[in-house]
């Protein structure tokens, strides 16, 4: 993309300069004016392809033991109420924001955390995060949906199957997910 558009900025620059000569210059004959929206259309299909690769990036690195956490951390150190997964954050009781903490991933329990710890300090709502704090099935687990997590347990073991029930329990309660280990344990 980039070689065709320093290829292009020649002949837009010729263009330009002929029409600050001819004062009977018009862009739309020129043809200048659909080369610039075609740079601009180009250039705005490989910004939306690099941050779907980006996404992917980061989705993929989450699978790696620890990533999460960090992650969470670092984005919780420079994190304001807007960034958090719950709304109005800061103008929750402790009580309020405890109940919202289940439905939470690993991620964002570690953001939390963080941002509790710089501002309002709660010890009711970090002793709740550090209980459900915990190691995912499997890394990347918080990320996937019921349908992802189901394709894994179908492939998967009686320990897997009871991890899973386990943390989401403990955690989000999904009942798709809570269906799916029900499916695996009745079927293996």
Known sequence: MLERIMREIPKLATVIVGAERD????ITETGAADMVREVAD?????ARKAQGKARRT??????VPGVALA???IKGAVASEGDLAIAGYDKLTAAEVIERLADISQIELAKIDVYERRHQDRST???KINALRGQEPWPGYD???????HAVLSDSNGA????VRAYERSH??????MQATEHETAHA
């Open 42 to 46: 180009a250039g705005k299909q490989t």
């Open 160 to 163: 897997r199957v009871d991890a």
């Open 23 to 26: 004062s009977s210059y018009d």
């Open 58 to 63: 980061a989705r993929s690195a989450r699978k």
């Open 172 to 177: 989000k309660n999904r009942a798709g997910v």
């Open 143 to 149: 990320e996937l949906n019921v349908e992802e997590v």
């Open 71 to 73: 992650e969470g951390q």
């Open 125 to 127: 709502i970090l002793s």
